[in-house]
């Protein structure tokens, strides 16, 4: 009986130890499957399906941009931050430039030549469409919708027409052709027929699942600006400077790493797209050169010499003591304006009487009383304007 238990006893210390022999070898295994880690896909910020699949196809095309530099500021002073000559235009507040007090915070573009603006309205339905309009003799003409850019594009904002007259570049958002929020896009007018043909998306490094826009460029001095919120927090975007080139050029893609070229797509280090340090050295200096000129032409601008008493006089629009008299002050130049520019006008009619045929002289005469009156409430308005802003900032 003793033998038969201890037999009994033996078998199962023997099954005991094999199982656990099983057990030390399946975990052995299995920490050795776990230990393999899965090939690691290079990170990128969130995107949906169709923006993921876009970026993809756009990778390869991906543009070899020189970029010299990135600051970031506040979103509401990008424009500060680009020192735009004024030969290629200017970007004006559109409530400052239309004298008007909408919901509007967005910008007119009028181009070097003063001729023609570029500029956002918003509807009836809240979707911002693009306009241009003509300068015809001292005023701008009727607005002429860009058909081409309406109803393909939300949120359009920041038009910008290169120097070439030709090529416009804007920011807007499609669910079919764009990465997130704006993109910036570009159009060109048709060669005789003075439409913009279909708008594409400029690609990338300057496009990205956030919010791009403000695609400026100064091809004559060499550089170009472009706005980004991409890796900044609530608030902040990222103005990136780079220097444009006449035709595009592409990375290629067969020889870069493709970690590489996703870092450059998304601008991760500037420094990547260096030629060389001399290089970038070089074009930093051109980008502090306008900075410099830029502030001095500010400076032009801001200089002013109003009598508010007899005892002050202000140099400087910096000097009105609210936002209000400054505003109002701006309007007064821009009266001044109209009223020397009905002026000139009436001097070179009353030239025109004194040499024109008798048939045409009363035409010109009733001509140039209804400008002579025009002229003469616009003077009084203007004096009325400007009594009332000394009192105002006497006041404050």
Known sequence: MNSKKILILLALALTTSGLSAQNRKAKRSKAKVTAVKPKQETSLPAMSPTARALFDDMLASTQKVFVIDSTVVDIDNVLAEIPLPATYGRFVKYNSFFNADKANDSYVFVNGFGNRCYYTEMGNDSIARLYTRDMVGSQW???????????????????????????????????????????????????????????????????????????????????????????????????????????????????????????????????????????????????????????????????????????????????????????????????????????????????EYHTATAGNKAQIGQQIQQLEQQTNLLRQELKKTLGELRQKECKL
Not at 154 to 167: H, L, R, Y
Request: proline content about 3%.
């Open 141 to 351: 003409g009727e607005p002429q919708p860009v058909e081409s850019v309406n109803g393909k594009f939300k949120d359009i904002s920041f038009p910008f027409m290169s120097s070439d007259g030709q090529t416009l570049y804007f920011a807007g958002v499609s669910d079919e052709e764009g990465l997130g929020k704006r993109d910036i896009y570009m159009t060109k007018i048709e060669a005789g027929e003075g439409k913009f043909l279909n708008s594409e998306n400029i690609g990338l490094p300057f496009n990205s699942s956030s919010d791009d826009f403000a695609y400026i460029v100064a091809d004559a001095d060499k550089l170009a600006w472009f706005a980004s919120t991409r890796n900044q927090s609530e608030g902040k975007v990222c103005v990136y400077t780079f220097v444009p080139t006449d035709t595009r050029q592409n990375y290629d893609a067969l020889t870069i790493d493709e970690k590489k070229l996703h870092s450059l797509a998304c601008l991760n280090r500037i420094r990547e797209t260096w030629p060389t340090p001399e290089m970038r050295e070089k074009a930093m200096q051109q980008l502090k050169r306008l900075k410099m000129e830029n502030s001095q032409m500010q400076a032009k601008a801001d200089a002013i010499n109003f009598v508010v008493n007899d005892r002050v006089t202000y140099k400087s629009v910096n000097q009105f003591k609210s936002e209000e008299t400054r505003k109002a002050y701006i309007a007064t130049t821009k009266m001044q304006s109209e009223l020397t520019a009905k002026m000139t006008k009436l001097a070179a009619m009353r030239a």
